[in-house]
Each structure stands twice: as structure tokens, then as C-alpha cells.
């Protein structure tokens, strides 16, 4: 008889009741190592939960809109690959009746009664029905529940005509709720659904923007010096492999400010302010499915070119959807560079719970004044927002000037 093992939920980090978005597979599938099993979706990000082993799936204990937490059953695994044996149920002789109504036909065992749902909830929808609706300010008692029951369940929600919705309610108590607009009786429109991705970012960014009160100081870094530098880095070292960005160098940058400047590297926790006296620097990737914050660790103990190596390698795997949980968290501080696209300036959104972001323009030669005469300098455009609860506006100016210094002159972040 094939052995049997349990597959159960690994460790998630600090997430529970994490929604399971899509089960990939059914009883008498046949699965190797390492094969996606299941789709939970968190705050942060998608995860597949892997099979441990190869084998024949058993019984599969979740469901799509279920909620599971580290160490529930998602399915068990006939881990030497035969199919599992299910034992016949035994079956006790009937005793004979010696009456007219013997000979008739037996009466029909009736039917098990489906669930109901609860009383106290007045619509009858799983968790990630819930969650989609908020996203998208559908009024849940709108939408017609295809499930059993009647139970509304994701796709339902996600099918929903963009031109039956209902009005949605305000983003804030006490302000008026969100227009509802028949943008097709002006002229013609597409419709497009927003990535996965850009569902999940969406609410948090919201609740960033609302709960934080938000200032950002512009200043710029006069990085003649340092992209000289950086160029002549990429050609001493041309051929290992490695390319030492402008980003690269503004991590190690901050690293050292942040170090200066103790509260920027925080986070505010009620009356108390949490001091990192670790290191651990996000930056914003731009991929084909949204914004995501990969995370480099001890950015203040790295060499450039091991920052530069560790930069280009998340990159590529933001791009192919390839990060792992525990590369998207434990940021302190996050650069977020628009240098490669353009533009001057802008006001970047805090990524709580870190109490700072770094907004970087594209960079462009000007005519900067030298005591005596106008020489060209390229000067970098910085945006610091910050959390004005944590950090005042001469804080906000000093970080940034001393950042600026030590960008004009490289030497001193290596120190």
C-alpha cells in the first residue's frame, strides 16, 4: 500500500487567514518536486506553495476562497508515486423481514441538507470574493452568486459589468462617495482589467497616502565626480560580469546617511519610534505586471560591485515574477529612480511601515556657479518624502544635504 504524507502549509512569515486564490491541482494528479500546488495571495504578493515531493495528490483539503494559515492541510500525497487505496466501506446485512412490505421497493435516504450560510451575514461570499469587491467598490448585493448556494465567489465578482456596478462608497468616512460615470455614452472606451499585482499595491498605497501625512524636500547632488567614477569602475571591470549603476551607488549612499541620521531609518510604532540599526534597502523594479520592492540586506557591509551583482539579480527576478517573500520585506528605506525615463521631480508615497522614500529624476547638466565663473556640473534631482509625525523639515534638509555631499564626493561613502 502506497504511504501516505500530509502537505501542509509552510512558513508564511507573519501572514494568516492568507486567501488561496487558486487551487492547480485535483485528486489523482500526479505532481513532481517543486510542482505549484496552490495560490495564495497576501498583502505583499502572490505565492505558490510547492510539493515537497513527487507522488499522487490523495485527498485535497483546501478550496479556492478558503483562508489557511502556516501548518493547515493542503492535500495529501502518495509520496512513492502509486496511487493512494481507499478501503471499502464495510457493509452489515439487512435482516430479514418476514411482512407484505418487505417485497416493496426501499424507501429513498434522503439527501443530506446543503449549508446554509450564516444568518448573520446577509451576503454569502468567501474571502476573496470580499477582498476584489473592496477593490473595485462593488456592492456585493449586486452581484448574482453562481456558486452552491448561490455563493458569490471570485470570478463572479471579477465578471461583474464595469456598467452595473453600483456607486461606491467614499474612500474616507464624511466625504462624498466615488461618482459613477456611463463612460461609454461618451464616446467609445476598453475596458482593462488591472494586473494582480496592481490589485494588491492599490489599497496599500491608499492607506499610505491617507494615514501618512506626507512632505517632500527637493534638493540636487552634483554627481559630476560620481558618474565619472562609475564609469571608469565599468571599464576597470568590464570583464566580470558586473555593471555598476547609478542606483547602485545611491544605496551605498544612503546606507551612510541613514547611519547619520537614525530616525529616517525607522518606524513609528504608537508612542514609540522602532531605531533599525540594520540596513536593509528597497528600490522600486518596474515590471511588465506592476511595482514591485525588492529588498538588498546589509547594504552598509557590501562592497559596490556585490551591491551592483545583488541589484541586477533581483531585477531580473522581479521582471519574471520570480521573488520570494523574504526578498520583498525587512526594507528600512526605499529609493525609488525614475532617472532612466525622465522627468525633474516628484513625490514619491512612503512604503510603510518605513518612514522615508528617496525619489530619484534624471540627472542633466547645468550651468552651477563656482565662487567665479558658471562651469557645467550634472546635478541629480532628489525627492525625500517623509513621515512629518517622525521627521521635521530641517531633518528632512540636512538628510539631504548631507546625501548630496556624499555624492559629490564618492570617497566619503566609503568611508
Known sequence: MAQMSEVKVP?????????????LVVAGATVAVDDPLIVLESDKATMEVPSPA??????????????????????????????????????????????????????????APAPTP???????????????????????????????????????VAAFAPGSRGPRGPAVAGLPAWPTV????????????????????????????VTIPHVTQFDEADITDLEAFRKQTNETHAKDG??????????????????????????????TLVRKRYFHLGFA?????????????????????????????????????????EQMTGGTFT??????????????????PEVAILGVSRSAMKPVWN???????LMLPLSLSYDHRVIDGATAARFTTHLAGLLAAPLQMLL
Not at 189 to 203: D, S
Not at 335 to 352: D, E, H, K, Q, Y
Not at 371 to 377: H, K, L, Y
Open 11 to 23: 512558513d508564511i512569515g507573519d501572514f494568516t487567514d492568507v486567501p488561496v486564490i487558486e487551487v
Open 54 to 111: 513527487a507522488g499522487v495528490v490523495g485527498e485535497v483539503a483546501v478550496k479556492a476562497g478558503d483562508t489557511v494559515t502556516m501548518g493547515d492541510l493542503i492535500l495529501t500525497l502518495s509520496a512513492n508515486g502509486a496511487a493512494p487505496q481507499t478501503p471499502a466501506p464495510v457493509v452489515e446485512p439487512a435482516p430479514t423481514v418476514s411482512s407484505p412490505a418487505a417485497d416493496a421497493a426501499p424507501a429513498p435516504v434522503a439527501a
Open 118 to 156: 450564516p444568518a448573520s451575514d446577509a451576503v454569502y461570499a468567501g474571502p476573496a470574493a470580499r477582498r476584489l469587491a473592496r477593490e473595485r467598490g462593488i456592492a456585493l448585493g449586486e452581484v448574482t452568486g453562481t456558486g452552491p448556494k448561490g455563493r458569490i465567489t471570485k470570478q463572479d
Open 182 to 209: 456611463d463612460h461609454a455614452s461618451f464616446g467609445e472606451i476598453e475596458v482593462v482589467e488591472l494586473t494582480r499585482i496592481q490589485r494588491l499595491a492599490g489599497p496599500a498605497l491608499t492607506r499610505n497616502w
Open 242 to 271: 558586473v555593471k555598476l549603476t547609478m542606483v547602485s551607488l545611491l544605496l551605498k549612499a544612503c546606507a551612510s546617511a541613514l547611519r547619520e541620521f537614525p530616525n529616517v531609518n525607522s518606524s513609528l510604532e504608537g508612542d
Open 285 to 325: 523594479a518596474d515590471t511588465p505586471q506592476g511595482l514591485l520592492v525588492p529588498v538588498i540586506r546589509d547594504v552598509d557591509k557590501k562592497g559596490l560591485l556585490e551591491i551592483a551583482r545583488e541589484l541586477t539579480e533581483l531585477s531580473t527576478a522581479a521582471r519574471d515574477g520570480k521573488l520570494s517573500r
Open 335 to 352: 529609493i525609488s529612480s525614475l532617472g532612466g525615463i525622465g522627468g525633474t521631480a516628484f513625490t514619491p508615497i512612503i512604503n510603510a
Open 371 to 377: 565662487g567665479s565663473e558658471f562651469a557645467p556640473r
